[in-house]
């Protein structure tokens, strides 16, 4: 409706020559009852039922926020509600639970990491405006498709690159970042859907999947690599540090040398269960057509020399890298966030370059900036609202008094044997993560947990700490897990099932190499066969 027309009213005037439309069906008790209806009852019935029924020896409040997990993660896991309202629903059910004010709660949803997915995402839009990420996802496929086509091969080279870029910046950031490159490659594929959002198991669609789950997946397991990668390792250092302040801190290069052998490990188990589950022999016979090399170079021909607004995204790019990989360097070596006493964080820098897009020029036209906030409108909002949800629930958590009260319930690690430590609490840590809160919560939550209970248990801090902070990154089953694990799923080329069934045989071989890698690896480069020295 033309509403700066006067002409037009504001309202609609019924117009009696038109048919009338058929009256709607009467209301009816029986119409209410859906299953969706009874997934919304859902969440208030759990949250009701732990409040009149379970009882702790801390304060009501640890009570409360029990009940108000339930109720938030019903909704989640359901999806009765959608996800991006679930995600703000602590906003008014700390305050009425008595567990934060409102003020207090709000303040999670704007936490340092929020602030760098949201001017990384801004960063990924430029990205897209301007086809970089079509230059990028050509040559990656001229580089690793091979002659002929070997789907294996070019599945290796796209989640290889994924984990690689990871290394230098957060893996919620890369994901972004490269969920559109890789959607740019599987553009040239004929996708064919069945019903619904499924799609049939044909060696292309089946690629399609294994290339979106890769790239899910290779983004937090590169990000394992190094101390910036994730926020995970960032949260372990400082737990150690303020707990142990007289012990060696954990140092970038100290990660290093346990992180990339890890990560490696790791990676390379991603890409063989991707090959076996979704890359039958057929595949490359199926490819041949759409990835052809001659094909290919032609394509990239006529996107043309780089333009200049090109290259400025890609020198926004990477100053934006080079940033986070030199604000917090080593002990030794400070980085340049000593400058401003540590008050600068990845979001500093990531709100910094998304501002920069709005000033500097794009060259096209006078005055034309290379960003313009229409363009901003399809920032992924359901992703940053979930996010800041897990904050909000992992503070909630520590302030309400339930951190203290789980913490108890892992007493039973001091019986357990130490060959057995690392993947007893690499296990609940990853179940944590993936059924309760996101990765960084579930590490905000338990790694604090473990710092205590090593002062009672006779084995290195470590040797329970770094099993709790990793496992907390083997969220690949379910969305609510990790934030890239929504990105994949937002590709429309997979499913929940899918990533259960990856994501499960994923996380069994991950946390058998962390078993295998902390008692011998880890002890060398921890020093965890004795006790805190």
């Not at 890369?174 to 040239?188: D, F, K, N």
């Not at 101390?227 to 250092?237: D, E, K, S, Y």
């Not at 589950?277 to 041949?288: D, E, I, P, Q, R």
Request: aromatic share 10%; with cysteine; net charge neutral.
């Amino acid at each position: 409706m033309a509403y700066d027309d006067p002409k037009t009213p504001f309202l609609p005037v019924n117009d009696r020559s038109q048919p009338s439309s058929p009256p709607p069906p009467p209301f009816s008790l029986k119409s209410m009852a859906t299953l969706k209806n009874f997934c919304i009852l859902l969440g208030p019935l759990l949250c009701a039922v732990i409040c009149l029924c379970v009882t702790f020896d801390g304060p009501t409040t640890s009570r409360n926020m029990l009940a108000v997990t339930a109720w938030v993660f019903a909704w989640w896991l359901t999806e009765a509600v959608p996800m991006p309202i679930t995600s703000i629903a602590p906003l008014f059910l700390f305050p009425l639970f008595g567990i934060a004010s409102a003020d207090g709660v709000a303040r999670s949803y704007m936490d340092d990491v929020v602030t760098l997915l949201l001017g990384s995402f801004m960063l990924v839009l430029a990205v897209e405006r301007y086809n970089v990420h079509r230059r990028l996802a050509l040559n990656i496929t001229l580089r690793f498709c091979g002659e002929p086509v070997s789907p294996p091969f070019l599945l290796l080279g796209i989640c290889a690159t994924t984990a690689f870029v990871s290394m230098w910046m957060h893996n919620v950031a890369c994901a972004v970042m490269m969920m559109p490159v890789a959607t740019g490659i599987l553009q040239r594929l004929p996708v064919n859907p069945t019903d619904g959002s499924a799609r049939a198991a044909t060696p292309i669609n089946n690629f399609c999947r294994a290339v979106v789950l890769g790239v899910t997946y290779a983004a937090p397991i590169g990000g394992m690599s190094t101390l910036t990668g994730t926020g995970v390792n960032l949260i372990l250092a400082a737990i150690w540090k303020s707990s142990f302040p007289e012990a060696k801190p954990i140092s970038f290069n100290t990660w290093f040398f346990f992180g990339f052998p890890l990560a490696l490990l790791i990676f390379l188990a991603l890409w063989v269960i991707l090959c076996l589950l979704y890359l039958s022999k057929g595949s490359s016979m199926a490819l041949a057509a759409y990835l052809d090399k001659a094909h290919l170079k032609r394509e990239l021909d006529i996107l043309g020399p780089m333009a200049f607004a090109e290259k400025m995204v890609l020198a926004v790019f990477g100053t934006t890298i080079a940033l986070w990989m030199t604000r917090s360097i080593t002990e030794d070596i400070p980085g340049w966030g000593a400058l401003f006493h540590g008050r600068a964080g990845d979001g500093t820098v990531s709100v910094m370059v998304a501002t920069l897009l709005f000033i500097l020029p794009n060259g096209k036209q006078k005055g034309e900036k290379l960003m313009d906030w229409n363009e901003c409108k399809k920032l992924p909002w359901n992703i940053i609202l979930l996010l800041g949800a897990g904050f909000a629930i992992a503070d909630g958590m520590q302030s309400s008094g339930l951190a203290d009260i789980l913490s108890k319930a892992l007493d039973f690690l001091e019986q357990v044997p130490y060959i057995a430590i690392a993947p007893v609490v690499c296990l609940i840590s990853a179940i944590i993560t993936e059924f309760i809160t996101s990765n960084d919560a579930a590490a905000t939550l338990v790694v604090p947990l473990l710092s205590q209970m090593a002062r009672t248990v006779n084995v290195h801090p470590l040797a329970l700490m770094v099993p709790g902070a990793i496992g907390s990154q083997l969220a690949f089953m379910l969305p609510t897990g990790t934030p890239p694990n929504i990105v994949g799923l937002t590709t429309g080329h997979i499913d929940i099932m899918d990533m259960m069934k990856t994501g499960l045989l994923l996380k069994i071989v991950g946390t058998a190499i962390v078993s295998l890698l902390m008692p011998t690896l880890g002890a060398y480069v921890f020093g965890t066969k004795g006790g805190l020295q």
